[in-house]
């Protein structure tokens, strides 16, 4: 296919080397992932004109599966590796909002170009606000950041969650409550 | 900036709260706050039903597709065996796989349910294959297969390893020679399908491979007859692809 990703076998050994605790690995695993994320993005809006809408979570599992060879991770991995995907899914979103809105505030024609800005994420002005609103609540509260991070931004199930944070499912549920009842005040403030 | 003492105080109030009938939530805080009237308009405002918002940030979730990737690899898609994901687009998502009773591997591109779902174009599709299939030529890639395996229908191809075109040309200029060989490669694997009035209906860089010094396009981008190029050729103009596009509407001239 059109699209190679970095050797499996490597980008696996990184995440079992993180997984048992070693945080060089994750260093070097970060930008591995952040790029593809890019690239994903990039790839799927030039395939296909409704990949306009296209989904952080599926492409945070995409890149799940074309840089980790599956027989080899526990669940366990799996599971930090969507945690910390989803952070580089929130970058990838969040950079392309605010180029996006800076772009609009400065007039220019709206132009899809084939190497740059490809990810035109679903309403970048309230995905700047959430990003805006996320990092207060991380200063206030960085565990529901957190789970929103997760949640939003990485597609990770509830039982998910609740093992990369090592709390309750329950836990969990509540803090996405109350996290959420937050965020939608600070959006209704922001964005209408 | 609220303490932390506070925003405790304010998350056991708004779960308290939110356990109870809209009704008796002003009387329970009225009572749980006191005098503190600012702690009062913190939680209620907490508690504003924002169905908007609210399905704005559960929304994702929901449209996540259920897992229908990883569902697909280290399962078997009839006797095949898939292995990865190659990638993934709105006409469906490629693997790897292997066919273990030729012992080799394969490309097995799954067609997207909203595909599937409509019989017709599953027909078509399938009447597409067959002709396809029809073309014997060094420079397409080659069909092995249709399957339809619990609900999933996939087209089993040759598996074409190595760079693509626009990969090559991302790494820099090709030498003119190499460039010539290349088009003529494209040309005649083109010409093959004209023959048998079939149109390639997504012609570019990314979608055309470069294997052991032998082009050919991958047939995964391959389906259409010149019945179809008209509207293949709004949706590319719609795509920005239309300097590679362009072509197409000379071939939709030639055949129609």
Redesign the interface.
């Known amino acids: 296919?059109?699209?190679?990703a970095p050797s499996?076998v490597a980008v696996t050994q990184l995440l079992v080397r993180w997984g048992k605790g070693d945080p060089a690995a994750l260093e070097e695993l970060t930008p591995l992932v952040y790029n593809e994320l890019r690239k994903l993005a990039q790839?799927?809006m030039?395939?296909?004109?409704?990949?306009r809408t296209l989904?952080?979570?599926?492409l945070v599992?995409?890149a799940?599966?074309?840089l980790i060879d599956?027989?080899r991770i526990r669940w366990q991995d799996r599971a930090h590796f969507f945690a910390m995907a989803a952070r580089q899914m929130r970058r990838v979103l969040i950079d392309a909002a605010r180029r996006r809105g800076s772009q609009k505030r400065g007039g220019q024609v709206e132009?899809?170009s084939?190497t740059e800005d490809l990810v035109i994420p679903d309403?970048p002005e309230?995905l700047v606000a959430l990003d805006d609103a996320l990092k207060a609540l991380a200063?206030?509260?960085p565990r529901r950041a957190t789970v929103?991070e997760l949640?939003?931004f990485g597609?990770l199930g509830i039982d998910e969650i609740a093992h990369v944070l090592d709390v309750s499912a329950d836990t969990v549920k509540?803090d996405w409550?109350?996290a959420?009842?937050?965020?939608?005040?600070e959006?209704?403030e922001v964005c209408q | 900036?609220?303490s932390?003492e506070r925003?405790q105080l304010i998350?056991h109030l708004?779960?308290d709260a939110?356990l109870l009938a809209a009704a008796d939530r002003a009387a329970f805080l009225r009572n749980a706050c006191g005098s503190d009237a600012s702690l009062r308009a913190e939680v209620e405002?907490?508690?504003?039903d924002?169905r908007h918002?609210?399905h704005?940030?559960?929304r994702?979730?929901q449209?996540?597709?259920k897992?229908l990737?990883?569902d697909h690899?280290?399962r078997f898609i009839g006797m095949y065996e898939v292995r990865?994901?190659?990638?993934?687009?709105?006409?469906g998502e490629?693997y790897r796989a292997l066919d273990p009773k030729l012992g080799r591997e394969v490309?097995i591109k799954v067609l997207p349910p909203a595909f599937t779902a409509d019989t017709g174009r599953l027909a078509r599709f399938e009447r597409e294959a067959r002709l396809l299939a029809a073309v014997n030529h060094p420079n397409i890639g080659a069909i092995y297969g249709l399957e339809e395996s619990d609900g999933v229908h996939a087209l089993v191809l040759e598996l074409v390893e190595g760079?693509?075109l626009?990969?090559r040309l991302e790494k820099g200029p090709i030498p003119i020679l190499e460039v010539l060989e290349i088009a003529q490669q494209i040309a005649s694997g083109l010409e093959a399908a004209h023959e048998r009035g079939i149109v390639h209906r997504d012609l570019k860089p990314?979608?055309r491979f470069h294997a052991a010094g032998t082009s050919r396009s991958s047939t995964s981008a391959w389906p259409s007859t010149t019945r179809e190029i008209a509207r293949t050729y709004r949706?590319s103009r719609?795509?920005?692809?239309l300097s590679v596009h362009a072509p197409a509407c000379c071939w939709a001239r030639r055949h129609t």
């Open positions: 296919m059109a699209l190679a499996s790839w799927h030039g395939q296909e004109r409704h990949a989904q952080a979570t599926a599992h995409e799940y599966l074309r599956v027989n132009k899809v084939l309403r309230a200063c206030l509260d929103v949640k939003f597609g509540r409550k109350l959420k009842a937050w965020l939608t005040r959006l209704r | 900036m609220t932390p925003w998350s708004y779960h939110a405002s907490l508690l504003v924002d918002w609210d704005w940030l559960e994702h979730e449209e996540l597709p897992d990737r990883r690899v280290g990865s994901l190659l990638g993934a687009g709105g006409m490629v490309a760079l693509t626009a990969d990314a979608n949706a719609q795509r920005g692809w």
